[in-house]
């Protein structure tokens, strides 16, 4: 296939963390290629390098050896705040834990990418109170995050990340902390949002059901790619 078709690849990507005696070799030759407008999942063991491979996909962490280029452009190449300004217009994040800030509101919260891709104050707003709509969290908006329960605040996650309508979002185990049907909820909402807007999602998890619903799954063991499954 030809590499132009990824919106996303790693190319024989190495990732060794330092520690005070040591360096511990996680990411080990890994590549992979996500074509435009799939769902494609990461799954293996804890501590297998699942979330290093989401910071560096997102611009987030450089690999020690190896290319990542996002939606053309190839991230080496970048300076940090190329890349800061380049994540914020292009790769929207979900993490496990939601990282919201306590002291905003979910309007807020959803407003500050807005805010930093350069929009007016009002036009933000307008924005991230749609957002929050999509994400089924209308009657919430003037809520902090420590008053919404755990599905909430990861739907505001959801609805920050697809501020700016990026192309790509990084999904490191969206629903890790939820419920089995609070979780299945957020799935619905990730692929009903990749059926509507063509977005490319990269979903680490360990959840099946959801990396079954993906599009593809690419399974890491010992820092590679052990297997790699199609399924539409
Ligand atoms: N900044 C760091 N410094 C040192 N070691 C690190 C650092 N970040 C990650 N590691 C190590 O790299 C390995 C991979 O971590 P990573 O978080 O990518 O795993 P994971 O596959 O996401 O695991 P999980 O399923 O538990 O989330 C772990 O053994 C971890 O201790
Ligand atoms: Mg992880």
Do not use: W
Request: proline share 3%; hydrophobic share 40%; glycine share 8%.
């Amino acid at each position: 296939m030809d590499k132009n078709e990824f919106i996303l690849s790693a190319t024989n990507i190495h990732r060794q963390f330092k520690t005070a005696n040591s360096v511990l070799p996680v990411l080990k030759g890994l590549s992979l290629g996500i074509q435009r407008g799939k769902t494609a999942a990461v799954t293996g063991a804890s501590g297998v390098g699942k979330s290093t491979l989401l910071h560096i996909m997102g611009g987030l962490d450089r690999p020690t050896e190896g290319a990542v280029t996002v939606a053309g452009v190839i991230l080496g190449n970048k300076t940090e705040t190329q890349l800061a300004a380049f994540r914020n217009e292009t790769i929207g994040f979900v993490f496990q834990f939601h990282y919201l800030m306590n002291d905003f509101t979910a309007l807020e919260n959803v407003m500050i990418p807005l805010l930093v891709a350069g929009k007016k104050k009002g036009e933000a707003a307008d924005e991230a109170e749609h957002l929050l709509e999509i994400v089924g969290l209308r009657d919430r908006t003037s809520h902090r995050p420590k008053q919404l329960s755990g599905g909430e605040q990861q739907r505001v996650a959801v609805a920050r990340a697809l501020a700016n309508d990026p192309p790509i979002v990084l999904a490191d185990e969206p629903s890790g902390n939820l419920d089995t049907s609070t979780g299945r909820r957020l799935h619905d909402l990730l692929f009903q949002l990749n059926a509507d807007n063509d977005t490319t999602f990269l979903i680490a998890t360990h959840n099946r059901e959801l990396a079954e619903r993906c599009d593809s799954e690419t399974q890491i063991v010992d820092g590679k790619v052990f297997d790699h499954i199609t399924r539409r």
